[in-house]
């Protein structure tokens, strides 16, 4: 990642202890209220994604997306708020995903209109599979 230029900011916690890791880190050293976490391996992730997802809201702390068929939970919006429960949370040796965003009081946001915007790709062969599609 740190070819592509950009700030590359690593884990707090040793031993990759996955996604939410990552998150608790971002929280740790950057500034601001909201965050916005895409995965890397995602490429279509649509333009009005943060828009959608802090419309749809309410009061939730976290939001992620929900493509009509499954979840996106590493697709989110997080409030510095719960920054405390998912240190907490990862200090206990949790490390699922899902759980935590529902413990934490948020619940998913429906993109079942733009679906494959939300695909993996993980080689150059699917990309360029992708991109023939698109």
Known sequence: YQASGLKVIEDSLADYPGPLAGMLSVMQQEAGEWFLFCPCDTPYIPE?????LNHQRKDAPV???HDGERDHPTIALVNRAIEPLLLEYLQAGERRVMAFMRLAGGHA????????AFINVNTP????????KR
């Open 48 to 52: 009005d994604l943060a828009a959608r």
């Open 63 to 65: 939001v992620w997306v």
């Open 109 to 116: 946001v429906d993109f079942s209109d733009n679906k494959d």
């Open 125 to 132: 062969e699917e990309l360029a599979r992708w991109q023939e």
